[in-house]
């Protein structure tokens, strides 16, 4: 009972909080940066797997959903519309960045340094999120929005712009390496 | 069923959201090959392993600084992008009234007019040149020339009132689609703007064309 008080009560600050944004509270915009940059942050080096980029991409996430405030029109939690903007951030960029140059994603090097370092958790997470960084490019992309934030097959083919058979073929090639990393 | 079948259908069966008879064939078939038996719970384990992930992970540094800088930014490009496009709208929506009353009131006047060539002797801006490029109207030039080519000719059957408001009228056109071209530069994308450039044209056309065919005065 207490928790619904407490979940009911936070709700209604993060729609008090968009309201204010949408009306051009920057104020109130920070502190649903300050609620959210963790998971945004999370999302972002985990689907680019480096640590500078994904500080860039989510700072673009931010700005994005500022210019799209008015887009958002309650219907999700500010917390799963936010996602979605992020996801479209870095895809987009992932999109960009291959058109810019050819990218080699060598598996096993590249490592984000401080990815480990920095992030809380046993040694057994710290080991899976080095494995994650280190698979290909679009495998690690697939295997995050699928097995970390749970999008289905359909969704991703649609946002990465990819059919789903091949979605489903990066998710095994990325658990089949991955388990190889983690028993090795 | 085929290990192919079963490795594309394996997270339908661990999510549970296969059809009864699909999750029944999906057990025969685990019952009877060890392989993907493996894959299953190598699978699961990893799952298990996924979502113990934290969802959340603090940036080494903290980013709003620089997300509040662009924001701030954004807000006074903006302010200045939607001051613009407000004029702009307003040169049009001045244009489309005073063309038809200038020249309503103008053939009414009696006295001298001072002619106005400054359309005439002036071309349009690079900025209103490079927009119509956008537009993809490429002979308005040539169009333009034309048309005040033959208003020239017909400078002796219209009287000097007549031709006052009709450059005078045009002028107000040439200066509004450079007000819109101006903010079409700060935001070449909006569509808006872009229709309200392509109507202005086609008012400045529509004018010139109607005055061409105007009956002798003198």
């Given at each position: 009972?207490?928790?619904?008080?407490?979940?009911?009560?936070?709700?209604?600050?993060?729609?008090?909080?968009?309201?204010?944004?949408?009306?051009?509270?920057?104020?109130?915009?920070?502190?649903?940066?300050?609620?959210?940059?963790?998971?945004?942050?999370?999302?972002?080096?985990?689907?680019?797997?480096?640590?500078?980029?994904?500080?860039?991409?989510?700072?673009?996430?931010?700005?994005?959903?500022?210019?799209?405030?008015?887009?958002?029109?309650?219907?999700?939690?500010?917390?799963?519309?936010?996602?979605?903007?992020?996801?479209?951030?870095?895809?987009?960029?992932?999109?960009?960045?291959?058109?810019?140059?050819?990218?080699?994603?060598?598996?096993?090097?590249?490592?984000?340094?401080?990815?480990?370092?920095?992030?809380?958790?046993?040694?057994?997470?710290?080991?899976?999120?080095?494995?994650?960084?280190?698979?290909?490019?679009?495998?690690?992309?697939?295997?995050?929005?699928?097995?970390?934030?749970?999008?289905?097959?359909?969704?991703?083919?649609?946002?990465?712009?990819?059919?789903?058979?091949?979605?489903?073929?990066?998710?095994h090639?990325?658990?089949k390496?991955?388990?190889?990393?983690?028993?090795? | 069923m085929k290990c192919s079948e079963f490795a594309s259908r394996i997270d339908g069966y661990l999510?549970g959201?296969l059809r009864p008879e699909d999750e029944e064939a999906l057990r025969n078939h685990l019952a009877e090959c060890p392989a993907c038996a493996e894959e299953t719970e190598a699978v699961k384990d990893?799952?298990?392993?996924?979502?113990?992930?934290?969802?959340?992970?603090?940036?080494?540094?903290?980013?709003?600084?620089?997300?509040?800088?662009?924001?701030?930014?954004?807000?006074?490009?903006?302010?200045?992008?939607?001051?613009?496009?407000?004029?702009?709208?307003?040169?049009?929506?001045?244009?489309?009234?005073?063309?038809?009353?200038?020249?309503?009131?103008?053939?009414?006047?009696?006295?001298?007019?001072?002619?106005?060539?400054?359309?005439?002797?002036?071309?349009?801006?690079?900025?209103?040149?490079?927009?119509?490029?956008?537009?993809?109207?490429?002979?308005?030039?040539?169009?333009?020339?034309?048309?005040?080519?033959?208003?020239?000719?017909?400078?002796?059957?219209?009287?000097?009132?007549?031709?006052?408001?009709?450059?005078?009228?045009?002028?107000?056109?040439?200066?509004?689609?450079?007000?819109?071209?101006?903010?079409?530069?700060?935001?070449?994308?909006?569509?808006?703007?872009?229709?309200?450039?392509?109507?202005?044209?086609?008012?400045?056309?529509?004018?010139?064309?109607?005055?061409?065919?105007?009956?002798?005065?003198?």
């Amino acid at each position: 009972m207490v928790g619904m008080t407490v979940a009911r009560s936070s709700d209604l600050g993060e729609s008090g909080l968009v309201e204010r944004a949408v009306s051009g509270d920057v104020e109130a915009f920070e502190e649903l940066y300050r609620v959210n940059v963790g998971r945004v942050y999370a999302l972002c080096l985990r689907m680019a797997g480096d640590p500078t980029l994904a500080e860039e991409l989510a700072q673009e996430a931010f700005v994005r959903a500022w210019q799209k405030l008015g887009s958002f029109r309650g219907a999700s939690a500010f917390s799963t519309w936010l996602h979605r903007v992020t996801v479209n951030v870095v895809l987009g960029h992932r999109r960009s960045a291959t058109r810019r140059e050819a990218r080699v994603f060598a598996v096993g090097d590249d490592l984000p340094r401080d990815v480990a370092g920095r992030q809380p958790g046993t040694a057994e997470s710290i080991d899976l999120e080095r494995a994650i960084s280190s698979l290909p490019d679009g495998a690690r992309v697939v295997f995050i929005l699928h097995d970390v934030e749970g999008f289905r097959h359909r969704e991703i083919s649609r946002l990465m712009g990819i059919a789903v058979g091949t979605s489903k073929a990066q998710l095994h090639r990325a658990r089949k390496l991955l388990r190889k990393a983690l028993t090795s | 069923m085929k290990c192919s079948e079963f490795a594309s259908r394996i997270d339908g069966y661990l999510d549970g959201r296969l059809r009864p008879e699909d999750e029944e064939a999906l057990r025969n078939h685990l019952a009877e090959c060890p392989a993907c038996a493996e894959e299953t719970e190598a699978v699961k384990d990893l799952r298990r392993r996924t979502a113990r992930l934290p969802r959340s992970l603090e940036p080494p540094r903290n980013l709003w600084p620089e997300i509040a800088n662009r924001i701030a930014a954004e807000t006074v490009v903006q302010g200045r992008f939607v001051r613009r496009a407000l004029m702009a709208a307003a040169a049009v929506v001045l244009l489309a009234g005073s063309v038809v009353t200038a020249y309503i009131v103008g053939r009414s006047q009696t006295g001298t007019i001072v002619e106005n060539r400054q359309v005439i002797e002036t071309s349009p801006s690079e900025i209103v040149l490079a927009s119509f490029d956008e537009l993809g109207v490429d002979d308005y030039v040539v169009t333009r020339g034309k048309l005040l080519g033959a208003l020239e000719a017909r400078r002796d059957d219209l009287s000097p009132e007549t031709l006052e408001v009709l450059m005078a009228n045009l002028k107000v056109i040439d200066d509004a689609m450079g007000k819109i071209a101006e903010a079409l530069g700060e935001e070449p994308d909006n569509e808006f703007l872009m229709k309200q450039l392509a109507a202005a044209y086609r008012r400045q056309i529509n004018l010139m064309e109607t005055a061409v065919r105007l009956p002798a005065e003198v």
